[in-house]
């Protein structure tokens, strides 16, 4: 076939693949996994390497094999279902997410890309599609973050395998190592084949729910993200000097809180400012030392999460926070001083990429009279982050009910599920035909 | 004899006993008892009915007998070390303090008011003189309140009997209940007279470190405490909504953080715009959730501690206090709410007593070729605040080197320590002999 008919043949298939997705089976899915973990208020409670998580692991692995996949296991613990393409030795196309959760979460957080991605598999199966490339569902381990830091560790390990042995040494809020907690996973999986981290992939897409209000807000059911926020994190702190609230005269205090304050307010100014260029800006975790009700605090110490598409924004706003800390530094009685926590770049999808999911999400969102896709940036971090540092990757994005998430109220409607996964069916099988 | 003559006579043994301190003996106890719990940068741990305070107080115990002092301790723990009266009927003057510390405290706060005490009782000895009524120095209990809340325990409960069944059920950071702390080192004295809570007093005086800054700037070596500051502490609520910090745009955010900084700073300047009226206001508890640094804050909560002698002045910040909270709980996307912890009107301590600490301070600074004794309040609070309820009261401040206090650099002039020690003694010594 020439490569156009190639194209042809592969979006035809992407089309079949995408008309058998069964919006039933998959909400059945969905709620059939959060079962493990499932809590009375809705939500799910499932944190990474738990009991309950491996009880859910093994759940999938079982549903898996039904639809004939081969599975295996890295030694991060990431899960791989294999669906065979017609030539083996051609890299997978890469789909999936990740099925832990925070303390207290939704359903969908992650769960929702990796049950699409088996829907996807039975899609294709069902519709007799044969693919040149073998289809890979994956399930990262420790998305999250919240039982053992930092998040993603699954992927950024797959993407980068030195930094495993790093992630092993983390404990959770009991003293439990990753390292152990892993291995125990793993122990409880002796049927599973075995694998290096980090083997070849084709291409990547993963399906999420938005956890922000901007698809609710539009009133359409899908979005095409064409990137991830640049983040960058600091840490700010600031010293004065603690004393006795009833025996410090005000005009000798050196209150830390207060300085704090005052230049957490002038961030904030700066940061309206630059808000029409996208920044947003949180001070989320504050320490204030000693802490006490009759002591004038004496240290403060507080975070500072910057985010933008534009990196450019990032900068001028860094600038402006390293003049204003300077700035309280000079200040008599006060020292003041920023770090620089963590830096991620923005991540910007590739355009074939982009444009491929544009068209699943067109044909799916015609076929059921929603309104046209539109383009959305994610704010939160995912591991297609740190997959895009290897293939092509792209992720589709639905909408989230009042952009709530990381909570038990997180909720999309099935139709939009299933929408989504039409959408993740069609580039799954595209890419996977060409 | 006429009461003039008795007025003459007990002026006359004050100035003796006051003339018979010894300065060096005076510094080298305090050293002594510092030694229970010292540490190596001068400050001192020594908590309350830990091992190394019950040590502490087996050595008082010691050096109390070996005055001639009978010892007795009542069921709140707090220690009595009596020289007896002419009259042993008639109710005792009281001296004394505390000699728990912070975590990590300074050698003189509490301590040094207990060691002048037993210097008193050593000068009445000294300079022979026999006193009508019986003296009794005493060691409150857990003044610091820093391992059982509340602080001032033992004097409170003394005034009070009725709160101690409350106290006891207090625990420390290990679960330990003060009940259980208050038996294990009463087991530890079985040589000790055990009495009832709260006996009769018939007038107290405490000499005590300043703790602030006024003495110093003033120049001057001896404070006559007028009184101490009204206190009322508030907690303040702020809830809006807490969400992801990448996913969620600056203008829908209800940050409870940003809301409480607001609020805060609009408390500072009411503070700035009252301070010339003597208000003291601090925020020093601050709690955020969740408190992570990608996370918008949902809710915060922090500490109002206002001190004023002018109960008008508190009145007039409480209101301002709760219209800001209330404009806050009124405006969209934010519930505000106020709490009142803990008030406590005005102390004055009796125009008599302070006139006699008033004669009592400046005999010892003439004799000293030092400045006249001025007037201060005290802003932080001390047993006699309690036994002020009890009896006529009075407190004498001697300087804190640059206000410091509740930290190992608290330190005051062996020369200033003397001089309230002079004071101490012809103020017990007029009490007692009248």
């Not at 004038?296 to 600038?319: H, M, Q, S, Y």
Request: net charge negative; aromatic share 6%; hydrophobic share 45%.
């Amino acid at each position: 076939m020439s490569s156009h008919d190639v194209s042809q043949a592969a979006a035809e298939a992407a089309a079949r693949t995408q008309d058998a997705v069964d919006s039933r089976r998959l909400n059945d899915a969905i709620a059939e996994l959060a079962g493990f973990g499932g809590r009375s208020d809705g939500g799910v409670a499932r944190e990474t390497l738990t009991p309950l998580d491996v009880e859910a692991r093994r759940h999938l692995v079982g549903r898996a094999r039904a639809l004939g996949c081969s599975v295996s296991v890295d030694t991060c613990g990431n899960l791989f279902f294999r669906r065979a393409g017609q030539q083996a030795d051609l890299p997978p196309v890469l789909t999936g997410s990740h099925i832990d959760t925070q303390p207290v979460g939704g359903k969908l957080d992650g769960a929702y890309g990796v049950i699409a991605g088996l829907e996807v598999i039975q899609a294709l199966n069902d519709a007799g599609v044969a693919t040149r490339r073998p289809v890979e569902v994956v399930v990262w381990t420790n998305e999250e973050g919240s039982r053992f830091g930092p998040g993603a560790m699954g992927s950024s390990a797959f993407a980068q395998p030195e930094r495993l042995a790093g992630y092993r040494a983390s404990r959770d809020a009991e003293g439990v190592t990753f390292g152990d907690a892993l291995d125990a996973t793993l122990a409880q999986m002796p049927d599973v084949e075995r694998t290096a981290l980090g083997h070849a992939v084709d291409s990547c897409v993963e399906l999420h729910i938005e956890q922000g209000p901007v698809l609710e807000d539009a009133n359409v059911p899908l979005g095409v993200v064409t990137g991830i926020q640049s983040v960058r994190w600091f840490s700010v702190t600031v010293s004065g000097a603690a004393a006795h609230a009833g025996t410090t005269p005000m005009e000798v205090r050196r209150d830390a809180m207060r300085a704090a304050l005052e230049l957490a307010g002038h961030l904030y100014a700066r940061g309206d400012a630059m808000r029409a260029s996208g920044l947003r800006m949180t001070l989320g975790r504050w320490r204030v030392g000693p802490n006490s009700i009759n002591t004038i605090p004496g240290e403060v110490e507080f975070t500072v999460d910057a985010r933008c598409v534009d990196e450019d924004v990032l900068t001028r706003f860094e600038a402006a926070l390293r003049d204003a800390v300077a700035s309280l530094d000079a200040a008599d009685g006060f020292t003041a001083q920023v770090q620089s926590l963590f830096t991620r770049a923005t991540t910007h999808f590739p355009l074939p990429m982009t444009a491929l999911v544009e068209r699943a999400c067109a044909r799916a969102s015609a076929n059921a009279g929603e309104g046209a896709p539109i383009e959305v940036t994610s704010g939160a971090f995912h591991d297609a982050m740190y997959v895009a540092d290897l293939c092509p990757t792209a992720m589709i994005f639905v909408p989230s009910r009042s952009g709530i998430s990381h909570n038990a109220a997180e909720y999309t409607e099935p139709h939009q599920l299933y929408l989504g996964a039409q959408a993740l069916a069609y580039v799954v099988a595209e890419l996977a035909c060409r």
